[in-house]
């Protein structure tokens, strides 16, 4: 039987407690994990090893956090994501909101679009 | 020079884990400023913690690299849980087993426990001593933009020996005169 949403988040919310060390409470589904949990990183790929080992799922490299797009000059020019980027992005990373991102392209602020809710939706998707 | 803070490596299955040893000597400058005597109490020398968890990270990065051939620079990126529970004094020797939890072209993640034997009473068990679980980064895939040198700088000739003289096989890539690093 599929997982619902509070089962997921439950595991989500036990991954990042362990994996970023801040409080359980800290862990809403609004919470950015760099912003607002501090993460950095090396936090995301122990973040990746930690959700194959709590769901046993596969996760491959780039599929969470795409770092090969935002290193991409093809996609990145001045520091801001190309309309190609942002159609890469999309098609890559479709179970996030971009929409605010949208607004200002800035490499720099990429990761304020994962929050725990990303990861929650991240996982649903994975598991189907 | 660097530092190495293990002495022997007992067991390296590739990709899986790593037992290394590490005597704990006075000889060690280290051991007497940790802790000097002062007016109320004599010198209590104890191996620092950080160093224990230092000689597990050198464990486990022979580990990782040994994983990938040492092609990988592998640096530790991340101390994710290092819980002591007893202390390491001189003439004690430390027991380090570290194991792979995951590996991927990134990086990797690993855990094991320090152990504290004493050869001056062979017959007593191992004493626990710690829990570490840390993650390494390989460093030219996760920085682009930044150069590092060809060399890997971080497997060194001094632990290519360290290797050869505990018994196991140096790939044959790794065995390099010393780096010209420039006037």
């Not at chain 2, 803070?5 to 990709?15: F, P, Q, S, T």
């Not at chain 2, 995951?102 to 004493?127: F, M, Y």
Request: proline residues 6%.
């Amino acid at each position: 039987m599929a997982m619902s949403q509070d089962e997921v988040f439950a595991k989500v919310k036990d991954v990042l407690v362990d994996a970023l060390g801040v409080d359980e409470d800290e862990v809403t589904l609004s919470a950015k994990l760099s912003a607002d949990l501090g993460a950095e990183s090396i936090d995301y790929l122990d973040i990746v090893f930690r959700l194959e080992k709590a769901f046993n799922i596969k996760i491959q490299q780039g599929e969470l956090m795409p770092e090969s797009v935002l290193n991409d000059p093809k996609y990145v020019q001045d520091g801001k994501v190309t309309d190609a980027g942002m159609a890469e992005l999309k098609n890559r990373i479709p179970f996030a909101d971009l929409t605010a991102f949208e607004a200002s392209r800035k490499v720099t602020d990429f990761s304020n679009i994962f929050t725990v809710d990303t990861i929650v939706k991240f996982v649903q998707k994975k598991l189907g | 020079m660097r530092w190495i803070w293990i002495d022997r490596i007992l067991e390296l299955e590739k990709g899986r884990r790593c037992v290394a040893l590490k005597n704990v000597t006075l000889a060690e400058d280290v051991l007497h400023d940790h802790f000097p005597a002062t007016a109320h109490r004599p010198a209590t020398p104890v191996m620092p913690n950080t160093l224990i968890i230092e000689g597990f990270a050198q464990t486990a990065g022979i580990l990782v690299g040994h994983a990938n051939d040492f092609k990988e620079k592998v640096i530790l990126a991340k101390i994710g849980k290092a819980v002591f529970t007893a202390p390491c004094r001189p003439g004690h020797t430390l027991r380090f087993t570290a194991g792979i939890e995951r590996l991927d072209a990134s990086g990797a993640s690993t855990s094991g426990i320090v152990e504290r034997l004493d050869p001056g009473q062979p017959a007593l068990p191992a004493v626990p001593l710690a829990k570490i679980e840390m993650m390494f980064s390989h460093i030219d895939r996760n920085m682009s933009g930044l150069d590092f040198p060809d060399f890997n700088f971080v497997f060194t000739s001094q632990f290519m020996d360290l290797l050869k003289q505990s018994g196991f096989a140096v790939p044959a890539s790794e065995v390099r005169p010393a780096p010209n690093l420039g006037p």
